[in-house]
């Protein structure tokens, strides 16, 4: 007997529902800008409507130095 997500409970459904977002360019140019001025990651989730923990490591993948 297999259970769809019909068949779940509401909170369980929100549990499992993991969608990603691609980054836009507007959202990379807004968070450099942000953390620039000292907001904090989770502040800045917000703003965005991501995951503080999402936008961190979003800030350290585009201001880390390239080995070009």
């Not at 259970?3 to 807004?30: A, C, F, G, M, N």
């Not at 979003?58 to 201001?63: C, E, L």
Request: glycine residues 2%.
């Amino acid at each position: 007997m297999s259970i769809t997500t019909d068949q779940l409970p509401e909170s369980t459904q929100d549990v499992r529902k993991r969608t990603y977002r691609h980054w836009t360019t507007l959202e990379d140019r807004k968070l450099k800008e942000l953390r620039q001025n000292g907001m904090k990651f989770k502040h800045i989730a917000i703003q965005l409507s991501r995951t503080a923990i999402s936008v961190e490591k979003r800030y350290r993948k585009i201001t880390a130095p390239t080995n070009d």
